[in-house]
């Protein structure tokens, strides 16, 4: 699967999944029947695994156990276990991920804990158009810290650090346009003016292979519902370079963050490492499901999963235009030159009708302002013949008339 391979006809797409090594993964998951799923890139599809472990969950665990189950069942350190599920699709150890929070209250307790960090630096850089909540969270954090956010265009951030720049903050495959920072060049650029980092790899954790030991970053946070496949509104993660373990002061301070949380002492002492990113009680079933999502990965070589959905978008940007050739109305955003997130975006002036008809159809993408037609290509899943089904529904949708009456509530609309 090579990405300058063309795509001729639907016989070669299915000869491809026919020797994909990561075939096998697709039985992981529950899949509706007569559903294409091209929109694991904001909610991964339900693992085979997870109703009976939060089956088991619930009714032994908590049905039978009651309140023992905090010790006999282990739900006390499920944080730090699924954190150290992740942390081989991140690069790193175990102890430097923790599963908590969400993603936003991830990023406001790192990137204040970086300002905390940095005395005498008060200003957070953010690219201007990154995902809306992480700039709303830095904006209050500022507010809130007497710090300055700016907001700057992606070519333009390496001018941008200068000696009154305590944080950048970075999504490392960008929400929409699938576009990818090179983590290790930007992470040298900043640490070479005193700046550090936090990056949001939503959009990258369980897609790309990540090494972010390797690659010097400080700080990042991650969603675990969309290419995790933890379910709807699942736990996020947070990481922490260890060499900033010792010096970390959260700015919230909660009881599963200290030292020795049921002492239930008035001072606060925080515990060791991430773990005083912990605030309150975990959400038990949200946790378990999120560790049946992580599980889909075992076994699963990163690298060769970023391969495959690269080739994937390669391949659906070749058939979507040869259909924007039949439909001057519809373009295809190139994907960019090296590296690139597993999506692919097309434009059409009226991309939400033309969304919804397709998912009337059973082919589930999603829309994002103003004309995107947005399409995820989870390699654990996805198959080369869906990007033919997938096509040809389109030319059918925009050949026809139905996209002009379709209704607008079928669509995501999560990040």
Partial sequence: MTRNAAATDRAELAALDAKDPLGHARERF???????????????????????????????????GLIRSWNDAGWIDLPQRIGAGIAPLLGTTPDCVIACDSVSVNLFKLAGAALAAQPGRRVIIAEADDFPTDSYILSGLARIAGAELRLVARDAITAALGPDVALLVLAHAHYATGAVHDMAATNAAAHGAGVLTLWDLSHSTGALALALDADGADYAVGCGYKYLNGGPGAPAFAWIARRHHDRLQAPLQGWMGHAKPFDFTQDYAPATGVARLAIGTPPILAMTALAAGVATFDGIDLGLAEAKSAALVHRFAILASGVAARFPALTVDPAASGRHGAQLVLRHPQGRRVMAALIARG?????????????????????????????????????????????????????
């Avoid at 294409?36 to 039978?64: F, H, M």
């Avoid at 033919?388 to 949708?397: F, H, M, S």
């Fill in 30 to 64: 529950r899949l509706p029947p007569g559903v294409i799923y091209l929109d694991g890139n904001s909610l991964g599809p339900l693992p085979v695994a997870t109703a009976g472990l939060v089956a088991d969950a619930v009714e032994r665990q908590w049905g039978e």
């Fill in 363 to 415: 082919i589930i993408g999603d829309f994002r302002p103003s004309d995107r037609l947005r399409f995820g290509f989870p390699a654990l899943y996805t198959r080369f013949t869906d990007l033919w089904d997938a096509a040809e529904a389109l030319t059918q949708v925009l050949a026809g008339d139905e996209w002009q009456d379709a209704r607008f509530d079928a669509l995501g609309v999560v990040s």
